[in-house]
């Protein structure tokens, strides 16, 4: 696996690196998300020496934390004095130069509860740069013996390959980014970039963003192949958490849950806290065999906590800001949700509009912190008169509301008309497999278009579009720019 796959976390990482030195790195993330490899690539390209240590090593685990408890003691204890860590890592053979040339990476820090407590030793204490990964971190904030390290660590997290590291991976981002999708009419060069972009969107779909399964991929060609990689994907996942959790965690229960997600973004239900909805779409062969509900949203939780299903608020009210206790669900890799709906016996045929769902809100998780305020939540109200449900709901950085409308097999979007004439929001986008369209209060986009929709929050915060523009301004902004957005 030799090709390296450019991540929008390193401008984060080296952010840190020159702005965050007295604070430590926490970087989460779901199971074979990459972590390690691109702390490692940061190593490599911005410092002169990388120390690593991984402690799913049950051995080195257990010395290093013998060595330290036995070097703290001989030591001041102050959370300033580095000694005692310096000198437990040259007794397992990590010696290392502690100064600002020098990275230090803990892997899987969840393991060991002593090295995450001392966290804050390695921020005061430490001159080197610090970074612990962790797959299973919910671990830290549910366990009664790990205590979080405020005000000494920076967290991030990092998700599979999103759709535009992908196809700046395919070299076709900059190309893309310089189409005008608004335009009326298309050269044969701009036909051609969409076109292969349309096709990358169909291989990203059936693949999702597993680093493994990606670099397979440009390196084969292989789209059949890659694709039964996923199985043994999630084989792995279920195995892993099998092991770490309690025993009546079993390999069925992850499974169980996992394909009931995916049934309930199918069927479009929403999980409550008694899990009723959740709990009726379970498969399994008999009455015996069901898991109690206190074991399914145990799971659920754990596999939200490690980054495997993501979890969307239902507003219900007429404002929007105004939550229920109940979520939507959606898995943080398109891959591993066709491989549930799979497993699921879940008709195909039905299922290019849910794909498309969950696309969008991918690509809006990792296009958020661009030009968003940052939340993303879906509505659902149930009326005397009639139903309002739309996809997702966000906010620009300017507190302008924006429906998402995600149709790309067709359908209305009643509910955003409605709430559009009633001014509740500011402006709609539709994705649906069209080109680009800006109208006065709404916009028309591909689905695989989501990163032009920066281009409609920007003229929806200039005040060039929006419900509360007048015609005037709009038109007059059209007529000048409707060929050159």
Not at 8 to 14: G, I
Not at 396 to 405: H, P, Y
Not at 452 to 471: A, F, M, T, Y
């Amino acid at each position: 696996m030799g090709i390296w796959i450019e991540r929008d976390l390193y401008k984060d990482l080296l952010h840190w690196k020159t702005r965050h030195l007295k604070l430590s790195l926490i970087l989460g993330g779901c199971r074979q998300s990459g972590k390690t490899s691109i702390l490692s690539f940061l190593g490599r390209n911005e410092f002169k020496s990388t120390i690593t240590v991984d402690l799913s090593d049950p051995v080195l685990k257990s010395r290093l934390e013998s060595l330290m408890q036995k070097y703290y003691m001989e030591g001041s204890g102050l959370e300033d004095d580095g000694w005692f860590i310096e000198k437990s890592y040259m007794d397992i053979g990590k010696s290392f130069e502690n100064n600002s040339s020098t990275l230090l990476i803990i892997d899987e820090v969840q393991e060991s509860a002593y090295i995450y407590n001392k966290i804050r030793h390695f921020t005061r204490g430490l001159k080197c740069y610090s970074a612990f990964t962790g797959s299973y971190l919910s671990e830290v904030n549910l366990g009664k013996e790990f205590r979080e390290s405020a005000g000494d660590t920076c967290f991030l997290t990092l998700y599979p390959i999103s759709f535009i590291e992908f196809i700046r991976a395919e070299k076709a981002f900059e190309n893309f980014l310089s189409v005008n999708i608004f335009r009326k009419n298309f050269s044969v060069d701009d036909l051609k970039v969409l076109e292969k972009v349309d096709n990358l969107y169909k291989i990203y779909c059936t693949l999702g963003g597993y680093p493994r399964v990606i670099s397979e991929y440009l390196e084969t060609r292989d789209l059949e192949g890659c694709s039964e990689l996923l199985p043994w994907l999630v084989h792995n996942i279920y195995g892993e958490l099998e092991k770490r959790f309690s025993s009546s965690m079993t390999y069925e229960l992850w499974d169980y849950t996992s394909k009931a997600v995916a049934k309930a973004l199918i069927f479009n239900k929403e999980f409550s806290s008694e899990l009723d909805e959740i709990y009726e779409l379970m498969s399994y062969e008999s009455v015996a065999d069901a898991p109690c509900k206190e074991k399914v949203w145990m799971a659920l939780k754990w596999m939200r906590g490690c980054n495997i299903v993501n979890a969307v608020p239902v507003a219900k009210q007429k404002v929007f800001t105004d939550f229920t206790p109940i979520n939507k669900f959606f898995f943080t890799d398109i891959g591993i949700f066709q491989e549930m709906v799979a497993r699921a016996v879940i008709d195909q045929g039905s299922l290019i509009g849910h794909v498309s769902e969950q696309f969008v809100f991918l690509s809006l998780m990792s296009i958020k912190s661009m030009f968003l305020h940052g939340w993303i939540e879906t509505y659902h109200k149930m009326g005397d008169k009639f139903e309002e449900e739309v996809d997702f709901v966000v906010c620009t950085n300017t507190r302008k509301i924006l429906l998402i409308e995600v149709k790309a097999t067709g359908g209305s979007t009643k509910s955003s008309n409605r709430i559009l004439e009633t001014k509740r929001a500011d402006y709609m986008v539709k994705f649906e497999n069209h080109t680009g369209v800006i109208q006065k209060d709404r916009a028309v986009l591909p689905v695989w278009g989501v990163i032009h929709l920066k281009k409609i929050v920007d003229l929806l915060d200039e005040g060039k579009i929006g419900v509360n523009v007048s015609d005037e301004t709009f038109d007059k902004w059209n007529n000048q720019n409707a060929d050159s957005v």
